[in-house]
T-cell receptor, first 113, second 116 residues
Framework: NAGVMQNPRHLVRRRGQEARLRCSPV?????VYWYRQLPEEGLKFMVY????????ESGMPKERFSAEFPKEGPSILRIQQVVRGDSAAYFC???????????FGDGTRLSIL | AQTVTQSQPEMSVQEAETVTLSCTYD???????LFWYKQPPSRQMILVIR??????QNATENRFSVNFQKAAKSFSLKISDSQLGDTAMYFC?????????????FGTGTRLKVLA
């Protein structure tokens, strides 16, 4: 079975552009989580989604960031008008049930020029 | 607020020896889960071991075991017979769900180097 698939692995954007990060969860998993990891730091929770619903977005900046998990297709983390401080690794994780271990993707490394 | 503290930024161990990584956490919840994840240089996040707070028995997975002390809010990871492939960042994580959300709270990590 395929694990969590994230693409792209690396994404380079200029300041002011938009970044779209995609995450396909493990087949059969309906819970998706996004985390951000700054260099030399641990992962920080951003948002938790179930199909078509945002359950908890308490870790996501109110402006410029949005996330969705549509009925069909991958989950998308969207960052508008990127700034240098958005440079980080963004990890997606999924689980079958909320209290099951989360399986992580390999992350997307976002670099802002 | 829940917090997770890993007080050892870096550690090293000789191949084949045993090393223990420390983790403490703070919570007022009674039911929760604790995890250790490994992040090698490839930067994947790999689940090493999981502990449910309601279980008194310490979890083990092959060479990896934990010392879970609920009263002290301590969750250390012991790696026996260390191998070069164990070189990685190790993150302790906490998860509870008082309001229906299952987010992980991670510590800042311990960088482990296994020396040949």
């Amino acid at each position: 079975n395929a694990g969590v698939m994230q693409n792209p692995r690396h994404l380079v954007r200029r300041r002011g552009q938009e970044a779209r990060l995609r995450c396909s969860p493990v087949k059969g998993h309906s819970h998706v989580y996004w985390y951000r990891q700054l260099p030399e730091e641990g992962l920080k929770f951003m948002v938790y989604l179930q199909k078509e619903n945002i359950i908890d977005e308490s870790g996501m900046p109110k402006e410029r960031f949005s996330a969705e998990f549509p009925k069909e297709g991958p989950s998308i983390l969207r960052i508008q008008q990127v700034v240098r401080g958005d440079s980080a690794a963004y990890f997606c994780a999924s689980s079958r049930q909320g209290d099951q271990p989360q399986h992580f993707g390999d992350g997307t490394r976002l670099s802002i020029l | 607020a829940q917090t997770v503290t890993q007080s050892q930024p870096e550690m090293s161990v000789q191949e084949a020896e045993t090393v223990t990584l420390s983790c403490t956490y703070d919570t007022s919840e009674n039911n929760y889960y604790l995890f250790w994840y490994k992040q090698p240089p490839s930067r994947q996040m790999i689940l090493v071991i999981r502990q449910e707070a309601y279980k008194q028995q310490n979890a083990t997975e092959n060479r990896f075991s934990v010392n879970f002390q609920k009263a002290a809010k301590s969750f250390s990871l012991k790696i026996s017979d260390s191998q070069l492939g164990d070189t990685a960042m190790y993150f302790c994580a906490f998860m509870t769900s008082p309001t229906g959300t299952y987010k992980y709270i991670f510590g800042t990590g311990t960088r482990l180097k296994v020396l040949a």
